[in-house]
């Protein structure tokens, strides 16, 4: 999309912020068309509606710059703001005065396109100068009265599923901070293996091994995740979630693969608990499952969990518990369009936003939570959209099913991926 590559607002308008997020003055504002203010191409909500005032564009600054991941601090008494953020991994410093059409930024005097304003206890900052200095893209369409905002490139976690015939993508493990290998699931007959028609070990070619492959990440700081399927369709891994002597069997199989071969943690993906069968009682017996076996890692082996969105059909998830037992969750905000939906149909953005505010007002928190991102659904244009969500919720990062579909467009979404986020 051709406003993600301006970084510029057109001169003749100049945007700026409500710091207290308060209204401002009615009486000079003309009647018009509501404005509508997009970051990452997805509308921001605002407890004040933005308003044109005199030519500058007004939004509260509380929303926009906690959504930016921007450190706000307001001094009355010398009337001055002060904005800490990161530029492409740097942080910046922003002081800014009343009054005044001259910014401190890291130390250094920048001229604004207009000073800062306090009016009836708001102060009001000029956006196109602000933005510009921590990379924040603008553009103002004028026939539809919206602001579009594009965040800056932001650090945090990225990890990928590296699936059972992935050898040609093994290039982009080093893009990543951590790589779930699918090579073992708990089959229909509750028995843990790496050797399941679905899921298995793939074949040694040679020195080249799934044991070297996982090394060979390790060793570059990349941490391997052994991913355990499971499925509940017909009812199979409630049987072994319930049955002491199979769930012990299980960790067992799961503890002593991880040792054998050398992974630094365990991906639990375990799907349909709560869809059939009580969900209550499903979530007590994951939670002590997953208890169980993070007693039988030790403190050394990692434990994540893919768990399906709050807002799908499947309620057997107790995602506070869950954080508070595994080291973090991978939210699996995906296959919301309806079944039969053609490929590559972005997941819907309203649906995915509300994923994420449920996950934490359930009681995970941000630094615990991955947005899972199927890029089977995304394109390079709308799988921005899904990591501005990160990270404007400050998320731990993003989890990417799978890591072959990255040439799905050639290099289109390696490019878009690495456009907005990369590597912590």
Do not use: C
């Not at 932001?154 to 982009?172: Q, S």
């Not at 017909?234 to 693969?257: H, Q, W």
């Amino acid at each position: 999309m051709l406003y993600k590559k301006i970084m510029k607002t057109t001169a003749a308008t100049v945007l700026a912020f409500s710091l207290l997020g308060t209204l401002p003055n009615l009486s000079n504002i003309s009647a018009a068309p509501a404005i509508t203010v997009k970051l990452d191409n997805i509308a921001l909500k605002f407890d004040a509606a933005p308003r044109i005032e005199k030519g500058v564009t007004y939004v509260p600054f509380r929303t926009v710059g906690e959504s930016l991941g921007i450190g706000i601090q307001w001094n009355s008494k010398s009337q001055t703001v002060k904005a800490v953020g990161k530029v492409k991994g740097q942080t910046t410093e922003v002081l800014l005065q009343v009054g005044s059409s001259t910014a401190t930024v890291n130390g250094k005097k920048v001229k604004l396109a207009a000073a800062p304003v306090q009016r009836e206890g708001r102060v009001l900052i000029p956006l196109s100068s602000f933005s510009s200095q921590f990379g924040v893209g603008v553009k103002w369409d004028q026939s539809t009265r919206t602001v579009s905002l594009v965040s800056p490139q932001r650090e945090m976690h990225l990890r990928a599923f590296y699936a059972v015939r992935a050898f040609h993508e093994i290039d982009l493990v080093s893009t990543m901070n951590s790589v779930v290998f699918g090579w073992s699931r708990i089959d229909r007959e509750g028995q843990f293996t790496l050797q399941g028609d679905e899921y298995n070990f793939p074949a040694a070619a040679g020195d080249i091994t799934p044991q070297s492959i996982v090394a060979d990440a390790a060793d570059q700081d990349i941490k391997p995740y052994l991913m355990v399927y499971a499925l509940d369709g017909n009812g199979e891994l409630t049987k072994v979630l319930s049955d002491s002597s199979l769930r012990k069997k299980s960790i067992e199989g799961i503890s002593t693969a991880v040792v054998e071969n050398g992974f630094g943690g365990v991906v639990l993906d375990f799907e349909g608990l709560g869809f059939k069968l009580d969900p209550v009682q499903q979530q007590k017996l994951l939670n002590n499952y997953v208890k169980e076996l993070k007693a039988s890692l030790g403190a050394d082996i990692s434990l994540s969990l893919a768990v399906p969105p709050l807002n799908s059909a499947y309620k057997g998830y107790d995602y506070k518990t869950l954080a508070a037992t595994a080291d973090d969750l991978i939210i699996m905000a995906y296959q919301f369009n309806p079944v039969g939906t053609d490929a590559q149909v972005p997941e819907p953005n309203s649906l995915v936003q509300k994923a994420i505010e449920l996950a934490l007002q359930a009681g995970v928190p941000k630094e615990k939570l991955l947005l899972g991102i199927s890029l089977n659904s995304e394109t390079p244009s709308s799988v921005d959209d899904k990591l501005g969500l990160a990270k404007r919720y400050d998320l731990k990062g993003a989890a990417f099913w799978r890591l072959g579909l990255f040439r799905l467009y050639n290099d289109q979404m390696e490019d878009a991926v690495g456009a907005s986020v990369v590597k912590e």
